[in-house]
């Protein structure tokens, strides 16, 4: 038996994918379905799927914001979540703290990415504290782009515990906000407006959310690499002519494209077979370590790869 895992994503629907993978002897059709930023559309997908379908991804929002130990819920994610009263439905934060963790990790480990001493633009710690953690971990040097990318306040965060203080006296205030004030959704995802570029200029990586880096990227990025979760094939050839060197994201490639963490752990959720809330972080791992995920890691100049460590 086929099981559906279905992302409903407040974002583009240009970017709306869908495949059929095998996992652990198990069929799965993994499909993204963006509502271009209609919250009450995505509402109703949820109900009409719900107890249909063994997994939903939230895409294009949070449920949650984490620093510290502390969590902070998103107002508007809390409806979208409450839609699905009989199917899990997770935003990805299970992942984020524990496979972005681990991938970190796996890239000095494996010599794939040399950090100790790099400098890093991290655009959102509190979106990534398990990225955040294992960057600082590794001995990069690392901005937190949190209030210059999320709140357009230029003021870099340089370490972790200047995050966490940011984080106790925005992040209640943050959460209540309209969540198109702090992210981009809909048709914005498929804009660009150059701003910012001295913090993608210092940096010698640009890791987190996609659609935060991509908003105010520059038009050139010569030697960068690009740390990040959710791309499409044209995002790539983007990347590429914008001169970046390295491509790696998260999450593996799957039929051209690498899906968002939400989905990815949407399909673990189903693959473990119980509810959401219960998952632990060595559920989320014991699985990666049977299903042997690792980056993907795609070298986009051809004189660039050896250069990109």
């Given at each position: 038996?086929?099981k559906?895992?279905?992302?409903v994503?407040?974002?583009?629907s240009k970017?709306?994918?869908?495949a059929?993978?095998?996992?652990l002897?198990?069929?799965?059709?993994?499909?993204r379905?963006?509502?271009d930023?209609?919250?009450?559309?995505?509402?109703?997908m949820?109900?009409d799927l719900?107890?249909?379908?063994?997994?939903?991804?939230?895409?294009g929002?949070?449920?949650y914001?984490?620093c510290?130990?502390?969590?902070y819920m998103?107002?508007?994610?809390?409806?979208?979540?409450r839609?699905?009263t009989?199917?899990?439905?997770?935003d990805g934060s299970?992942?984020?703290?524990?496979?972005e963790r681990?991938?970190?990790?796996?890239?000095?480990?494996?010599d794939?990415l040399?950090?100790?001493?790099?400098?890093?633009?991290?655009?959102?710690g509190?979106?990534?504290?398990g990225m955040?953690?294992?960057?600082?971990?590794?001995?990069?040097?690392?901005?937190f782009?949190?209030?210059i990318?999320?709140?357009?306040?230029?003021?870099?965060i340089r370490?972790?515990?200047?995050l966490?203080?940011?984080a106790r006296?925005?992040?209640?205030?943050?959460?209540?906000?309209?969540?198109?004030?702090v992210?981009?959704?809909?048709?914005?995802?498929?804009?660009?407006?150059?701003?910012?570029a001295?913090y993608?200029?210092?940096?010698d990586v640009?890791?987190?959310?996609?659609?935060?880096i991509k908003?105010?990227?520059?038009?050139?990025?010569?030697?960068k690499?690009?740390?990040t979760?959710?791309?499409?094939?044209g995002d790539i050839?983007d990347?590429?002519?914008?001169?970046?060197?390295?491509?790696?994201?998260t999450?593996?490639?799957i039929?051209?494209?690498?899906?968002?963490?939400?989905?990815?752990?949407?399909l673990?959720?189903?693959?473990?077979?119980?509810?959401?809330?219960?998952?632990?972080?060595?559920?989320?791992?014991g699985?990666?370590?049977k299903?042997?995920?690792?980056?993907?890691?795609?070298?986009?100049?051809a004189?660039?790869s050896?250069?990109?460590?």
């Amino acid at each position: 038996m086929v099981k559906r895992v279905i992302s409903v994503s407040l974002g583009s629907s240009k970017r709306n994918h869908s495949a059929a993978i095998t996992v652990l002897g198990q069929e799965f059709m993994i499909e993204r379905i963006g509502t271009d930023g209609d919250r009450a559309k995505a509402i109703q997908m949820i109900r009409d799927l719900d107890g249909k379908v063994a997994a939903f991804g939230m895409g294009g929002i949070d449920l949650y914001i984490s620093c510290g130990g502390r969590r902070y819920m998103f107002r508007e994610a809390r409806s979208i979540a409450r839609a699905a009263t009989k199917t899990p439905i997770v935003d990805g934060s299970g992942l984020k703290n524990t496979l972005e963790r681990r991938v970190v990790q796996y890239l000095v480990e494996y010599d794939v990415l040399r950090l100790k001493g790099r400098k890093v633009l991290l655009v959102a710690g509190v979106d990534r504290f398990g990225m955040a953690e294992a960057l600082c971990a590794a001995g990069a040097d690392v901005i937190f782009g949190d209030l210059i990318f999320a709140l357009g306040i230029p003021i870099p965060i340089r370490s972790l515990r200047a995050l966490d203080i940011t984080a106790r006296l925005l992040a209640p205030i943050v959460v209540q906000l309209p969540f198109e004030m702090v992210y981009p959704t809909g048709k914005k995802q498929e804009r660009i407006e150059p701003k910012h570029a001295r913090y993608y200029d210092w940096a010698d990586v640009i890791a987190g959310d996609y659609h935060f880096i991509k908003r105010n990227m520059p038009a050139r990025m010569e030697g960068k690499v690009i740390l990040t979760n959710t791309v499409t094939a044209g995002d790539i050839e983007d990347l590429r002519s914008r001169g970046v060197s390295r491509l790696i994201t998260t999450t593996p490639e799957i039929q051209g494209r690498s899906f968002g963490t939400n989905v990815m752990e949407g399909l673990l959720v189903a693959l473990a077979g119980k509810p959401a809330g219960d998952m632990t972080p060595s559920d989320y791992l014991g699985l990666l370590d049977k299903i042997g995920f690792v980056p993907r890691v795609v070298d986009l100049q051809a004189s660039g790869s050896t250069q990109s460590k």
